[in-house]
């Protein structure tokens, strides 16, 4: 994980920079925009974490040039700005999520983390037990045959999918289906878990409650 992490106060880049090395990352950090546009176009970077009020070239026009130069590096928004406009403004010039200042730095980790996964190449076709899930097609199939679900049944299962065998909360799900600025309850992952549970009853493989952590898809025992 390469971050670029863009923002003029020192003292919250550098604790930024603590916790993402904690992490294992690989960090750049640059202070000021026109800094953050020039390593944008020398530099392989995996995500953008960018403060929106930087002295210079502000983070907005940062992302419209990085968009402008036809770049899909997930960008995370970090500002002060609570206004639904700012958002909006973000969102149309092609950032892919924000946190507002002050936030809790494990919800920066998580998703700095959930856009890395989203942005990573899937394979066109994956299977288990009797399960295929087409991504290019979006279509769903047990046995061969087809079956419906619903835009969030399908992003559920997709990453319970590409997580198999694997334990994930409730919390990671949501932090990896859902695109910038949507809202998902904690219940609302349980319902579409129990219809998922319904639709793949018949394909050898099952969703395993782990209770205290989350969910986890399998194979069922012969």
Do not use: C
Not at 49 to 68: C, N, T
Not at 169 to 198: F, K
């Amino acid at each position: 994980m390469h971050i670029l992490l863009v923002e003029d106060d020192s003292v919250l880049a550098d604790g930024i920079l603590r916790i993402f090395k904690g992490h294992g990352m690989v960090v750049d950090v640059v202070r000021n925009g026109n800094d953050a546009d020039a390593l944008l176009q020398r530099t392989e970077i995996s995500v953008v974490v960018l403060d929106i009020g930087l002295p210079g070239m502000d983070g907005f026009e940062v992302i419209r040039r990085l968009r402008a130069r036809g770049s899909h590096i997930p960008v995370l928004l970090l500002t002060a700005r609570d206004s639904v406009q700012d958002r909006v403004y973000g969102l149309e010039l092609g950032a892919d999520d924000y946190l507002v200042k002050p936030f809790a730095t494990q919800e920066l980790v998580a998703r700095v983390r959930a856009l890395l996964r989203r942005s990573a190449p899937q394979p066109l076709e994956m299977h288990l037990g009797g399960l295929s899930l087409n991504t290019s097609s979006r279509r769903a199939k047990i046995n061969g045959k087809a079956i419906e679900l619903s835009v969030r049944e399908w992003a559920v299962l997709e990453y319970l999918l590409q997580q198999a065998s694997r334990v994930v909360s409730r919390q990671q799900i949501i932090d990896a289906i859902l695109p910038w600025g949507a809202e998902l309850t904690l219940n609302a992952v349980e319902v579409y878990i129990s219809r998922i549970r319904l639709k793949i009853a018949d394909a050898g493989i099952e969703i395993r409650t782990i209770r205290g952590f989350g969910y986890m898809l399998e194979k069922t025992e012969a």
